[in-house]
């Protein structure tokens, strides 16, 4: 019964746990618990998978938690779906550990949590009330907070964990509220209960919004992300990729669940709702991170513009399952799953690579490395790989889910409402805007980190990764690459668990001739990621094999104008900053009152001027700080109470309860 | 259930509102300590008759220990401990009288108009009962709240335990263990706040909780 499998896999991850509190500062425990971690996330990854492709949806009920409603568990295509995703990446992300945890300063701050943390993630996935749901989300924040703090000494690690359990207490809040709302009177937490109840229209618009805030902040839908920069790269690299690859997926697994299947059928405007949530975070999250110069955190923006994409999609699936469209609501929910699962595995393999950088070098400034493709061959392969992915470029997996998601935002045209018609090819606009600058950021990030030459002496010096950190990220390299040669496969995985939720799936893709995927004709439109990437494969073999035979061999002399470096300083070479230029100045001017300021050394001063570039985040000064104030104000007000007598404290509940009771005689 | 009976039942919850009116207006710690001895023998009367009107027995044993301890033991201890704190002959300033019987009889009223108001369909003793017990709750926060002296603010709490055991003992099939508790609560409560009143006493040689508010430079 894979039920039981994975529920025991998730009591061994908490036992795991226990244990990690018991042994971790010996010298031997990083290895054995990374290990011991991903053979259970493995175990549980076949589980999953089996039951996603031949599985019925079963139930478990534990006579834990609340008396009269206990723990229900609940496997059916999409947790499986999500499970898949969730233990792939936690099963890469500890094999990574085993090499990247013997660098680890404090491994009593990150062992225990981290088991901890997956088990969350898991049981979130397979709850089946409200109350292990809240529960196991509550779990699952409160353990990646820990490791956010991991290094909790640093100001920034502080500043970083402070807002992310203020933005996951609010999430968290919005849920409960959302679940309060979808109870009901009577109270009716299991979600067999909430599936046959039927809300008014109003109750159903409110639970939309409190889910879209409660998942929203979690999986960084703009403007609540403020929390994802500052947390992702604070953590160690292995769970900044859990977070970033795998959490937000599992956020967005929480909003599937509550919107799709829980809420019954949608309003039309719903739609619109998400979908303008969801191109904007593409927008402004590819903008904010080509501005950024840190890695993790173009990494963490990145996540950003990606889960908007994924956003898009089900936004468009909640339009077409509102007018009945039920095909396209199904490519257009399949392309959502597609790009959440290629992102976790792009996500992950890219802040593997960060991490390795980090640990060789000590460095996340971009504006620091630099050359490493000579020093870190593999790494570079494998990241570069990464970028091919998450800039979409064919035959890599992310291509195949944002063209799918293109070809559902064609579509539109059919859908009834003007304001549809009007908003969806804005935001695929939108859309395509911000896929064509994550590929001018993502060709930022790798020529500038590991093109040219090092900019720092420690960067000159740097090693190759381990052996476990190199094999989990050419593992996932090469599920990249299968997954956009064979999408037809992932497509007709993901099919029962479209079937489920929408009730009709794409056509099977496996019966197309030649490995293309047909999405809804083959009139309309066709791709072959097997045929592109045979024809990618020959021309470059065949153009390096001329340039080989052609060129090489020729001795030439070096002219005088020396490729554009007339200096031999690194310093002179294409920076971070300088790359993103151009597009600050169309882009940034605006969304981020970006300003250019040349600072002049004071005269008699030899030291070189310099060009500073001052940004503002707009979502947060106008957004959050008053926020923070009104708090602030309101808290500072408060504070007396906490200072009265005791005489005044009596007199405080005496007026409390005489007015309470005056309520009750003037209002029954 | 009419005629004597629920007169006589009326009779006794009424006086027990009434005590505590008496106790509001008190002034010097003795006569406090007797009006509060006054109260628990009228509360032990209206429970001893609720027993004898439900016709059960263990309400007996709740008007016992009503009568033993809070009608004798805790205030002949509490006599003692004022001796002993030399606190016997201070006079208590409890703010305008007139203004406070204003507010107490306010509050009979409101708890009168709630619980007529929420115990619609009730029996009738038991809305008497429980509407009384209310004021009688109300009037011991109001004692507590006006009082500065903790010994006053300990008999306030103990009379609003009586309203408690009054409201108990009213309804029907309320089981024994209800009272006990309520007994004991009153027995810890008093035996903490007197351990703590020696200890207020020791360190600042008065049981003015003003002091306490001196200590933490709060001076209101």
């Known amino acids: ?668 | 259930m009419h005629g004597i009976d629920f007169d006589i039942a009326h009779l006794l919850a009424g006086s027990l509102v009434l005590v505590s009116f008496m106790m509001l207006y008190q002034d010097r710690l003795y006569a406090l300590l007797n009006i509060y001895a006054l109260h628990a023998v009228v509360l032990s009367l209206s429970v001893g008759w609720q027993a004898h009107i439900q016709d059960a027995p263990h309400l007996f044993i709740t008007a016992s220990i009503a009568l033993l301890f809070k009608a004798i033991f805790i205030p002949i201890v509490l006599h003692r401990m004022i001796v002993k704190l030399g606190i016997h002959r201070e006079i208590e300033a409890v703010g305008s009288i007139g203004l406070t019987m204003l507010v107490g009889i306010g509050l009979v009223g409101l708890s009168l108009a709630v619980m007529l108001k929420v115990t619609a369909g009730a029996d009738l003793v038991a809305r008497e009962d429980i509407a009384f017990a209310l004021s009688v709750v109300l009037l011991g926060l109001l004692i507590m709240v006006t009082r500065r002296n903790a010994v006053s603010q300990v008999v306030g709490f103990m009379s609003l335990e009586n309203g408690l055991v009054l409201a108990a003992t009213g309804a029907k099939g309320m089981p024994l263990v209800v009272e006990i508790s309520v007994a004991f609560s009153v027995l810890i409560a008093f035996i903490v706040i007197g351990i703590f009143l020696f200890r207020i006493r020791e360190r600042f040689d008065t049981v003015d909780v003003r002091a306490l508010d001196r200590f933490r430079g709060e001076q209101r």
């Open chain 1, 1 to 668: 019964m894979p039920i039981g499998i994975l529920l025991w896999c998730m009591f061994a991850l908490l036992a795991l746990a226990l244990a990690a509190i018991c042994i971790a500062t010996r010298r031997y425990a990083t290895p054995i618990l990374y290990a011991a971690s991903a053979l259970i996330c493995g175990v549980a990854l076949f589980t999953a998978s089996v039951n996603l492709i031949a599985g019925s949806p079963a139930t478990l009920a534990f006579p834990l938690g609340l008396p009269w409603i206990g723990a229900h568990f609940r496997l059916d295509a999409l947790s499986s779906f999500f499970l898949v995703i969730v233990n792939l990446g936690a099963m890469a992300a500890s094999l990574y550990g085993i090499g990247y945890g013997q660098h680890e300063s404090a491994p009593a701050r990150v062992l225990p949590f981290f088991p901890a943390f997956l088990a969350g993630m898991n049981l979130v996935l397979m709850a089946d009330d409200a109350f292990t749901f809240l529960l196991s989300w509550e779990f699952m924040s409160l353990a990646s907070w820990a490791l956010v703090m991991a290094h909790h000494r640093a100001p920034e690690t502080m500043r970083a964990g402070y807002v992310y359990i203020l933005m996951a207490s609010a999430g968290t809040f919005a849920l409960l509220l959302a679940f309060g709302l979808l109870a009901g009177p009577d109270g009716s937490y299991g979600f067999a209960a909430i599936r046959a109840s039927h809300p008014t229209p109003l109750l159903a618009a409110l639970v939309l919004l409190l889910a879209l805030v409660g998942a929203g902040s979690k999986a960084g839908l703009v403007p609540l992300h403020v929390w994802l920069p500052l947390a992702h790269p604070a953590a160690p690299s292995h769970v900044s990729a859990l977070m970033s690859g795998v959490m937000t997926k599992v956020a967005i697994y929480a909003f599937i669940r509550i919107v799709f299947d829980l809420l019954g059928p949608p309003q039309w405007w719903w739609g619109i709702v998400v979908l303008m949530l969801g191109g904007a975070s593409a927008l402004m999250g590819v903008l904010y991170a080509l501005f950024q110069t840190d890695l993790k955190r173009v990494l963490a923006y990145s996540t950003i513009e990606n889960i908007g994409f994924i956003f898009v999609g089900l936004g468009l699936a909640l339009a077409f399952r509102a007018d009945g469209f039920e095909a396209a609501a199904a490519l257009a929910l399949t392309a959502a799953l597609f790009h959440a699962f290629n992102h976790s595995l792009l996500k992950s393999l890219l802040f593997f690579g960060s991490g390795a950088v980090l640990t060789a070098t000590g460095q996340r400034d971009m504006d620091a490395l630099g050359g490493l493709i000579h020093r870190m061959p593999i790494t570079a392969f494998a990241v570069l790989a990464g970028c091919f992915g998450i800039s979409a470029l064919p035959p890599f997996n992310a291509f195949a889910s944002e063209w799918l998601t293109f070809q559902a935002i064609l579509l539109s045209p059919e859908l009834p409402q003007w304001g549809l018609k009007l908003v969806v090819p804005a935001v695929g606009a939108l859309l395509a805007l911000s896929v064509a600058l994550a590929a001018a950021c993502f060709v930022r990030l790798f020529g500038i980190t590991f093109l040219g030459r090092a900019r720092t002496a420690a960067v000159a010096s740097a090693h190759e990764a381990d052996k476990f950190s190199l094999s989990a990220m050419l593992a996932l390299a090469t599920f990249c690459l299968l997954a956009g040669i064979f999408p037809g496969f992932v497509i007709d995985a993901i099919g029962p668990v479209i079937q489920d939720v929408i009730g009709a799936h794409m056509p099977t893709q496996a019966s197309v001739p030649w490995l293309s995927i047909v999405p809804i004709a083959q009139s309309r439109s066709s791709y072959n990621g097997l045929l592109v990437f045979v024809f990618i494969a020959m021309s470059a073999a065949m153009t390096a094999t001329a340039i080989h035979i052609l060129a090489s061999r020729k001795t030439r002399r070096s002219p005088i104008w020396d490729g554009g470096f007339p200096d031999a300083s690194p310093v002179l070479q294409y920076s971070a900053n300088s790359f993103a230029q151009p597009i600050r100045r169309v882009f940034g001017a605006i969304l981020f009152r970006a300003r250019e300021e040349i600072a002049m050394p004071p005269p008699g001063d030899m030291s070189p001027a310099r060009l500073q570039i001052h940004l503002q985040d707009i979502i947060w000064d106008v957004l959050y700080v008053p926020i923070a104030s009104a708090v602030g104000f309101v808290a500072d007000r408060l504070n007396i109470f906490q200072f009265l007598t005791i005489r005044r404290y009596l007199s405080l509940v005496f007026v409390a309860l005489v007015t309470l009771l005056l309520v009750l005689a003037i209002w029954r």
